[in-house]
């Protein structure tokens, strides 16, 4: 019967702080108000416009080093906005293709770098852009908004 008791004290505690640490949260205004679609698609309150990330399977590069022995590996995620509500229904959907002809991009982008120039304090947000551009150039039907790396590692 005390186990009871505990197990239900304990319970009751850390359900109370978590209320409490989202509720502190919301009103420092750290944490924004969210919506989750059943689709998977995100959306801050009010702002009329949803959004869905697309993660990409872990790359393995081969960089463009001299001597040929360096290489990334990289975690992407893609942000996209969902324009979803100005398109007709047919039109909504996911583009066919749109992964491996991102993957193609990235690729093409990365065989081009060295570990020295991503190994720089600025080389990451410099990939960023350089990736944001290029994924814009060749894919403009996706709508890239953001890109985030979940891995990223050089080896020389």
């Known amino acids: 019967m005390t186990l009871l008791i505990c197990c239900t004290v304990t319970v009751v505690f850390a359900v109370g702080g978590a209320a409490g640490a989202m509720m502190f949260l919301a009103r420092s205004g750290k944490l924004s108000s969210v919506v989750v679609s059943s689709t998977g698609s995100v959306a801050a309150k009010g702002a009329g416009v949803a959004t869905h990330t697309e ?10 080093d001299e001597g040929g022995h360096a290489y990334l590996r990289l975690g992407v995620v893609l942000a996209e906005v969902d324009d979803s509500a100005a398109k007709p229904k047919s ?3 996911p583009v066919a293709g749109a992964n491996a002809a991102v993957r193609d991009t990235i690729f093409d982008v990365l065989g081009r770098q060295t570990s020295t120039a991503l ?5 990451k947000e410099s990939l960023k852009k350089t990736l944001m551009a290029a994924i814009t150039l060749r894919n403009p039907e996706l709508h890239v908004q953001t890109i985030y790396f979940t891995d990223f590692l050089v080896q020389q």
Do not use: D, F, R, W
């Not at 993660?55 to 463009?64: C, D, H, R, Y």
């Not at 190994?119 to 080389?123: I, Q, S, V, Y």
């Open 55 to 64: 993660a990409l399977e872990p790359l393995l590069i081969n960089l463009s």
């Open 91 to 93: 039109e909504a959907k």
């Open 119 to 123: 190994l720089a304090p600025e080389g």
